[in-house]
């Protein structure tokens, strides 16, 4: 019976990464296919190469049992009548509750092609057990509220830098009479600034369960090397532009914006693989952090805030993930990528580095941040950048919709499940526990 309890909750652990790819990391490359940069094909294997790097070779060994500190267990422990031994079974039936549930949601929300956060789904889940397990109190409200401010916060910021860097590339380049001449002279300082905020993205956010263990990469150093990359990359930019579109200043407009668009693919191949990259690191923990927390609890029989991630469980994460993005993943390609707005590879660079940038500069500021919200929002941008006539009004409505009901949505199919467990399966996982 032990067997069977283990094989399903790891089996729920894979569900939950395999519907994170479908949704979640579809969200990467919705760019660099919407504007036909790559193939479907050609996105989920560098996708795929991404995530799976970032989830497996970097992704943290140590995990929070409980989501972003949503639910606190020792709130479980000591209410009136509660042994240690029944804390952690309603803790192990609760956090498979709630994985299933996220998971459930995010099915639903990728069969509709809606773009959702995951990170908001498992909280969400998390919270609808803890409610009903240890009542309002077990709940961590300040973060909830967090997680509120983040829907506004993230669409808001990161449509506002969509806006100003499409609308900074559209009059300098597109917008200009010879537009060749103009991305000779002016490319390169996009070039710059896209590998200064990529380097620096991929350190501190696909990098940083391991840069603590690296003494000498402080701050500085850090800018530093984001420096040299970037000054590297432009002046190589330069080189590749000069030969490019040199003798190219003669031809009909039309023509000129079609070898403009082309200069800007490598561009969004690049950054959407590094969002790839840094989305493997981090959001692989929505899956593996819950799975780890009941294997551990299924072993000692003790429950942690924090506990190590075994090195099978994070492949199980990265294969899920890689799986999903490749089985499911263009529903979400689709609305994200054509459905808001006509997306071009100078547009499909706009938007990652506008959702590079908020992403980073709110996590180093402490605030709450979605990449989903981020990167519709700067896609929403770039679509007003043009008017608001090239935005599909109908569609962003039911993504701001399936924003909304997220959280309580993955409660209440937390909530149900957590109940139908406790009734059925509590004595079965208090007995494995109890021979821990």
Known sequence: MDMIILGSVVLLGFYMAWNIGANDVANSMADAVGSKALTLKQAVIA???????????????????????????????????????EAATLFVIGMASALLAAAIWLNISSLTGMPVSTTHSIVG???????????????????????????????????TMGFVIFTFISKTILGSAQPVRA?????????????LTVTMAT????????????????????????????????????????????????LSIAKQLELVEQIFVPMVIISSCSVAFAHGSNDVANAVGPLSAVVSILHTGTVAMRVGVPFWIMVLGGAGIVVGLATYGYRVMATVGSDITEITPSRGVAADIATTVTVLACSRMGLPI??????????????????FAGINRDVTKKIFGAWLITVPAAAVVSIILFMIGREFLFNVVHHLILAA
């Not at 309002?136 to 808001?156: C, D, E, H, R, T």
């Not at 981020?374 to 043009?386: E, F, S």
């Open 47 to 85: 996708a795929g190469i991404c995530e799976f790097a970032g989830a497996v070779l970097v992704g943290s060994h140590v995990a929070d049992t409980v989501r972003k500190g949503i639910v606190d267990p020792e709130v479980l422990a000591h209410l009136p009548g509660m042994v240690p031994s």
């Open 203 to 250: 350190i501190y956010k696909g990098l940083k369960h391991i840069i603590k263990d690296v003494a000498w990469l402080t701050d500085n150093n850090t800018l530093l090397i984001a420096f040299a990359v970037a000054i590297i990359s432009a002046v190589l930019s330069k080189f590749y532009l000069h030969r490019k579109l040199a003798d190219k200043a003669g």
């Open 183 to 195: 991305a000779e002279k002016i490319t390169p300082f996009i070039v710059f600034f896209l590998a």
């Open 125 to 159: 889940a998390v919270a609808g057990f803890g409610i009903v397990a240890a009542g309002f109190g077990a709940v961590n409200w300040i973060k909830m509220s967090q997680i509120v401010a983040s829907w506004f916060i993230s669409p808001i910021v990161g449509g």
């Open 370 to 387: 979605s990449t989903t919200h981020t990167l519709v929002g700067a896609i929403l941008g770039i679509g007003m950048a043009r008017g």
